[in-house]
């Protein structure tokens, strides 16, 4: 079983930054690939970026090339999404996940899931 806890959500102004946690507990932090997903308002989820066990390889969505960064730091059992120039349309709950499988990231699944964090940006 594993725990994903996010945080760092909130209200930002469009052209802010907000940067995104996620703790993880309950198993081998290091060899899963993490992501990032986010649901906008009356919209499906959509996969935002992954990045591999090691931290070496990343791979963005179209939305979130040049403007988002994924990292994590496996001593802390923790993912970041930095997000910068921040858009109304990224406003969406932000989803921590993580899998075995980057595949399975890419396809829009996981093996497990956070409660999720809302970003609102304001116009």
């Known amino acids: 079983q594993v725990q994903l806890a996010e945080s760092g959500g909130g209200l930002a102004q469009a052209g802010g930054s907000l940067r995104l946690s996620c703790a993880a507990s309950?198993?081998?932090?290091?060899?899963?690939?993490m992501g990032w997903f986010r649901q906008p308002p009356g919209k499906e989820r959509q996969f935002a970026a992954s990045?591999?066990?090691?931290?070496?390889?990343?791979f963005y969505s179209d939305f979130a090339k040049g403007r988002f960064t994924i990292s994590r730091d496996n001593a802390k059992n923790t993912v970041y999404l930095q997000m910068n120039v921040l858009k109304p349309e990224d406003t969406a709950v932000y989803y921590c996940?993580?899998?075995?499988?980057?595949?399975?990231?890419?396809?829009?699944?996981?093996?497990?899931w956070g409660q999720g964090t809302q970003v609102t940006i304001s116009s």
């Open positions: 996940a993580a899998a075995r499988d980057y595949l399975k990231l890419r396809r829009g699944s996981a093996d497990y």
């Open positions: 309950g198993r081998t932090f290091s060899s899963d690939v």
């Open positions: 990045i591999s066990a090691s931290g070496l390889a990343t």
